[in-house]
């Protein structure tokens, strides 16, 4: 039964990949001090400071719960917890891109993924926001939808996201169809009117109103 779950959201979670892959950030390793060279002193924190920027101290990206364990090991074997922490996704969603990188080798037993599904979705899910980041001000267009797009859409991240992407009616279908099944709060028969005015206001030959 798992397997076939994993079969069926390969697509769903493939895309989900390829979104995490391009926002997450590769850090590159600082080179070695080479013979008779003293390296470089450590660069004390500011007093004060939040915990982002240099020199601030590290925080956590997994917050307390059940299934923190399960998440934070099987989940960093192959990459950084950014490529996932930065996604807002239900648990719907985030089950299905758990099948997928079971397929892919992460070391989940099937009596976990229920727990690792309720945990993601608690801490990375629609409406939770990300740390130390402000929002950019964006005026949307009027019109029919708009506020469909501004309810549904900035549950899970910046409006300038939508209005900086020109995109084709075809491509703002799948781009929502994806973006419900992520757990945005878009009904079936609202679908078609936040893609018309999607289409209308950001499609090729618009351009984005701040």
């Not at 990206?61 to 989940?75: Q, Y």
């Not at 949307?140 to 309810?151: C, H, I, K, Q, R």
Request: proline fraction near 8%; charged fraction near 15%.
């Amino acid at each position: 039964m798992i397997m076939q779950k994993c079969v069926v959201s390969l697509a769903a979670a493939g895309a989900i990949l390829g979104l995490a892959l391009n926002v997450a950030a590769q850090q590159p390793s600082a080179p070695a001090a080479s013979a008779g060279q003293q390296a470089a002193p450590a660069v004390a924190a500011p007093p004060g400071g939040g915990n982002f920027g240099a020199g601030a101290p590290a925080t956590s990206p997994f917050p307390d719960g059940p299934g923190k364990e399960i998440v934070s090991v099987a989940c960093t074997q192959c990459h950084g917890p950014n490529v996932f922490t930065q996604l807002r996704m239900n648990e719907t969603a985030w089950r299905a891109q758990i099948y997928d990188m079971i397929l892919r080798g992460a070391q989940i037993t099937p009596a976990d993924i229920d727990t690792a599904a309720k945990y993601m979705a608690k801490n990375y899910g629609p409406g939770v926001p990300f740390p130390g980041q402000q929002p950019v001000k964006v005026t949307l267009a009027s019109g029919n939808g708009e506020n469909l797009v501004e309810g549904g859409c900035a549950l899970c991240h910046g409006l300038d996201r939508v209005t900086d992407t020109k995109r084709s009616k075809e491509q703002w279908q799948l781009i929502v169809n994806r973006m419900v099944f992520f757990g945005a709060p878009i009904s079936g028969d609202q679908v078609a009117t936040v893609v018309d005015y999607l289409a209308t206001n950001y499609g090729p030959t618009q351009t984005a109103t701040k």
